[in-house]
């Protein structure tokens, strides 16, 4: 069975500071990791995804997250955070072999601090 | 595409009225999922349909919830009677599963209020 681990409920974080946002799985098989942004009042989007080969994935607005097997984490990172990033962050995992349910996180709300 | 379309976004209404709320997926779109997010549950997965067809209802949580695709283009989350714990936000999603990216968008997402 799939499961995904987000620690911390609320990360706050000085604008241009470092972002970090963990995440862990637990996967049966090799899994495919998301991780998805809520901005207030909106449904998710998708931010960025690993399937296979890189385990450095790019998204969008200058999110990374790359993948370790053998720690089972996607820690989802940017460089400098802008006040546009505060938000919900979820992490997500699907099994590889049948994708179509999504084992969301239960979150992690990002506050940027001026 | 105009991505996935939930209606209405904002419903409130009685205890013990019916309330139907709607989805229209992304055209082509082979899966279809409710979710109900709250404060203190989190995103809650109430049930997925594959090619209009329900696969998985184990999260709705009582009888009084039931939902239904009768096309590839439209589905309903309906709840009768409604209760206050009801109240939540209700997001409707479709993803490509078949051939596609397995990538889930979601719509705007219904808030329900039931007073």
């Known amino acids: 069975a799939q499961s995904v681990t987000q620690l911390g409920s609320h990360v706050s974080v000085s604008e241009g500071a470092l972002v970090l946002l963990r995440c862990n799985y637990s996967s049966s098989v090799p899994p495919y990791l998301f991780w998805y942004v809520q901005y207030p009042n909106q449904g998710l989007q998708l931010l960025l995804k690993y399937t296979t080969g890189a385990t450095l994935v790019k998204g969008i607005n200058g999110f990374e997250a790359e993948f370790k097997k053998s720690e089972t984490s996607f820690h989802l990172t940017k460089p400098s955070a802008h006040m546009s990033d505060a938000a919900e962050y979820f992490c997500a995992v699907s099994p590889y072999s049948s994708a179509s349910k999504i084992i969301f996180g239960s979150g992690t709300r990002l506050s940027i601090r001026p | 595409d105009a991505g996935v379309i939930q209606s209405p976004r904002h419903e409130v209404t009685e205890m013990g009225q019916e309330v139907t709320l709607r989805c229209k997926p992304i055209?082509?779109?082979?899966?279809l999922f409710w979710y109900r997010q709250t404060m203190m549950r989190g995103l809650e997965l109430l049930i997925y349909f594959n090619n209009n067809v329900p696969i998985d209802d184990s999260g709705m949580p009582e009888d009084r919830f039931s939902a239904k695709m009768p096309n590839a283009s439209f589905s309903t989350l309906k709840i009768q009677p409604s209760e206050p714990r009801d109240s939540a936000v209700y997001f409707c999603?479709?993803?490509?599963?078949?051939?596609?990216?397995?990538?889930?968008?979601f719509g705007a997402g219904t808030r329900l209020s039931v007073l």
């Open positions: 999603a479709s993803s490509l599963v078949t051939g596609g990216s397995n990538i889930q968008y």
């Open positions: 055209s082509g779109h082979d899966y």
